[in-house]
């Protein structure tokens, strides 16, 4: 099973924050120039990715993402507030 490449989200020489110059369709090849911010979700580390795509799997019930994960519930929403900081200043410094 071949692992999934991440897509850089900072310049490997200077650390600036990339953006995304074109997208291809890979079914009609049509192509789309310019210079787009990657959506913020995409910003987050796979490990805060996963979280909250099972939040959302739970319907955002904290409680059974704590049971889930076998953890407290303070433990899991002090996760959600850290990965909810996150994303505040990842939309804070796009703008």
């Not at 192509?31 to 490990?47: H, Q, T």
């Not at 805060?48 to 076998?70: P, T, W």
Request: some cysteine.
């Amino acid at each position: 099973m071949s692992k999934e490449k991440k897509m850089p989200q900072n310049c490997p020489s200077c650390e600036t924050k990339m953006k995304v110059k074109k997208l291809v369709c890979p079914h009609c090849e049509t192509e789309v120039e310019g210079l787009f911010n990657f959506p913020v979700l995409s910003s987050l580390n796979n490990e805060d990715q996963l979280f909250i795509l099972d939040f959302i799997k739970v319907g955002g019930s904290l409680k059974e993402m704590a049971s889930a994960m076998k953890l407290s519930y303070p433990t899991i929403r002090n996760q959600l507030d850290e990965i909810i900081h996150r994303i505040n200043s990842f939309q804070k410094n796009s703008k």
